[in-house]
């Protein structure tokens, strides 16, 4: 992606605060690349539940370790289309670069965006956050986006898939909770996704199934409160969920949905704050600016378009790899630690 001359300014004064906090030179990435775990393309559109009767299956427990951007292909090498991968189809339509530039097919973008800039990845894959955000933060802190990411201390996601059997099977019913702990303590259940007083999630996925080794969630359509490590923070981005999918064998797993604008400012601030870019300057409202002339998608339209109407959404797209956990019978409220917030230091 070609960054426009004012987003390049934002990034040089933006990786100048970061500096610091990353340990390394502006614009530099690690010497050598770490391992990258491979996660194999899935299909843009979520396949169809397979035909026939139920297969007795187990429960899986899986937990998320690590976050894949799109900044690095399977074989770790950089890579300015690796977001293309990421997510899946989610407006049900192959926007193309001549598509984009006029607009004919989808919503109003926002005055000064370019052309290009709603252009879809592989088969129509919508991934906004990996085309538009990634580059500008890997500019800025390409050390901390290198390989696979590894989750924070505070934050992660645990999946549970009820009666998946490694065959095809057309039911296979999953859910989603989210796991915190503080410094020095075990995981635990954040109370705020849990049903009350139950070890139930309110993020569940009734429609689940196993296709070709995978495990799909089926329509979706949840609401996900993520938090991704991000140039030293642990960024909130409140989803809105679209499909769910993993390797029942190796772990490798995807997820796409969108994040309304309000979320995608809530989470810039808290990036931003963090590295010392402070509400009112002009790197703070440029680097918010810069990202928000990407949004693509409507976000209570019907498959997230209609021509005419002003673009309020981001679509994200997100690898990831998960390995088998014993889950955590502990559960509690949680209160976020209040992040680092250098704009409020004398």
């Known amino acids: 992606m070609a960054l426009p001359n004012c987003a390049r300014e934002v990034i040089r004064r933006l990786c100048a605060l970061v500096v610091s906090a990353a340990g390394t030179h502006c614009g530099a990435a690690a010497s050598t690349p770490p391992p990258l775990d491979d996660i194999p393309a899935v299909p843009a559109r979520p396949p169809a539940a397979p035909a ?40 049900h339509r192959l926007t193309t670069q001549a598509l984009s530039k006029s607009g004919s097919e989808s919503c109003t973008r926002l005055e000064g965006s370019p052309n290009s800039i709603a252009t879809d990845g592989r088969d129509g894959i919508d991934n906004q956050f990996g085309s538009q955000l990634v580059p500008l933060l890997y500019a800025a802190c390409p050390s901390t986006l290198h390989g696979n990411i590894p989750v924070r201390d505070s934050f992660t996601l645990l999946l549970r898939l009820d009666d998946a059997a490694t065959a095809d099977d057309p039911s296979a019913p999953g859910s989603l909770f989210v796991l915190r702990r503080s410094v020095g303590e075990d ?29 799909w969630s089926g329509p979706s359509g ?11 923070a642990s960024v909130p981005l409140d989803l809105e969920l679209g499909a769910l999918s993993v390797e029942l064998d190796g772990g490798a797993g995807m997820l796409g949905g969108f994040a309304r604008s309000t979320a995608i400012d809530a989470g810039l601030g808290v990036l931003l704050r963090v590295n010392g870019a402070c509400p009112g300057t002009s790197t703070y409202d440029q680097f918010v600016h810069t990202v928000i002339l990407g ?4 976000a209570d339209a ?3 378009q209609e021509v005419g109407r002003v673009c309020d959404s981001l679509t994200v797209g997100l690898g990831f790899v998960a390995e088998p956990m014993t889950p955590p019978r502990a559960h509690g409220p949680f209160v976020r630690p209040e992040a680092v917030d250098e704009c409020k230091k004398p």
């Open 52 to 91: 026939g009767p139920n297969i007795p299956g187990e429960v899986r427990w899986l937990v998320v370790q690590s976050w894949q951007l799109g900044a690095y292909d399977a074989s770790g090498k950089r890579t300015p289309r690796g977001w293309a991968d990421l997510g899946f189809d989610l407006d």
């Open 187 to 215: 995981w635990t259940l954040d109370d705020a996704l849990l049903e009350k007083g139950e070890f139930v999630s309110k993020i569940r996925f009734p429609g689940g199934f196993v296709r070709d080794g995978r495990w």
């Open 222 to 232: 949840m609401h996900l409160p993520l938090e991704l490590p991000l140039c030293g």
């Open 295 to 298: 949004l693509d998608v409507v």
């Open 302 to 304: 019907p498959n997230l």
